[in-house]
């Protein structure tokens, strides 16, 4: 990743690491809906050395480091320390707690063949050089080692960042897109595929996972999502105007509810298995 894109998005992530934390525990069950179907693509027995890419506050390093047991390893590397501070707070007591590096996935300081898997939950969307990730991913990995990947499918099939970023665009304008566009770069996961191909992997697949979890619409389901996702244009805003907008998404989800009072989360997540 050049210079100026790393810093980019290095003040991007770190504008929005205490949302992540603040909401990680609470958005642990909703998260594991995928954790776990990603995990299973992965295979990784127990023992293996695992290397969570772009691992955030952790996950799935810290669902993986259990499935794989005290022999084996999960590093967990994020390119924002302040990322990895949350992972140190939820891997307090854990039995065998990923080890955090703080690096770049387009230049990983890690020798050739040193994992059996690699893994990166929607991450690899936000490197503008991202054959120079995959290029990393194979080179590190063993001879028949396995990387998988989340990234999100078509911005119409996941409702919930489609209804914010509509609403939040009559708010901020353009900037939502600038935040919104990377997270369906991989929508149509054609050309990541045959990217992985280039760069050395002999076996690649993609699948599409889709979850629909109704929420309540009498409580704020949207608000870590909008936290999360658009930290860098609501965190500064001020509390009085930040209170009207959340009143005022509060108010537009209500009229997308079904007749129970629910308001139907779509989910579609890409998930791409590569082999060596």
């Known amino acids: ?6 810093i980019v998005e290095s003040q991007r992530w770190t504008q929005s690491a205490n949302a992540w934390d603040h909401w990680a525990d609470g958005m642990a069950n909703p998260a594991d809906r995928i954790n776990q179907p990603l995990l299973d ?9 695992v290397l969570d890419i772009a691992a955030g506050v952790g996950e799935p390093s810290l669902t993986q480091a259990h499935r794989i047991g005290a022999d084996g390893l999960v590093v967990a590397c994020d390119l924002v320390p302040a ?3 949350g992972l140190g707070r939820r891997a307090r007591g854990h039995p065998h707690p990923p080890h955090p590096v703080a690096a770049d996935m387009t230049i990983l300081p890690f020798a050739d063949a040193g994992f059996d898997r690699v893994l990166c939950r929607f991450g690899l969307m936000f490197v503008p050089e991202y054959e120079l990730a995959l290029a990393e991913m194979r080179r590190v990995l063993r001879s028949n080692g396995v990387a998988v990947l989340a990234v999100w499918g078509p911005r119409a099939g996941n409702s919930l960042f489609d209804r914010l970023g509509r609403l939040l665009s ?3 304008g353009d900037r939502v897109d600038a ?14 595929l045959r990217q992985a191909e280039n760069a050395g992997f002999r076996h ?3 699948e599409t996972l889709i979850l629909n979890n109704p929420a ?3 409580h704020p389901f949207w608000l870590p999502t909008l936290e999360m ?11 009085d105007q930040r209170a009207a907008l959340y009143a005022h998404i509060a108010a537009d989800f209500a009229t997308a509810t079904d007749e129970q009072g629910r308001f139907h989360v779509h989910m579609a997540v890409n998930l791409i298995r590569l082999q060596t």
Do not use: C, H, I
């Open 41 to 49: 693509l992965a295979g990784a027995p127990a023992g293996s050395r």
């Open 83 to 85: 990322m990895l501070s």
């Open 229 to 239: 996702a658009f930290s860098p244009l609501v965190a500064p805003t001020p509390p």
């Open 204 to 206: 690649v697949r993609a």
């Open 216 to 218: 309540k619409a009498d």
């Open 179 to 192: 935040l919104l566009s990377p997270l369906f770069r991989f929508a149509d996961p054609g050309n990541l």
């Open 170 to 172: 009559r708010e901020y």
């Open 1 to 6: 990743m050049n210079r100026t894109v790393a």
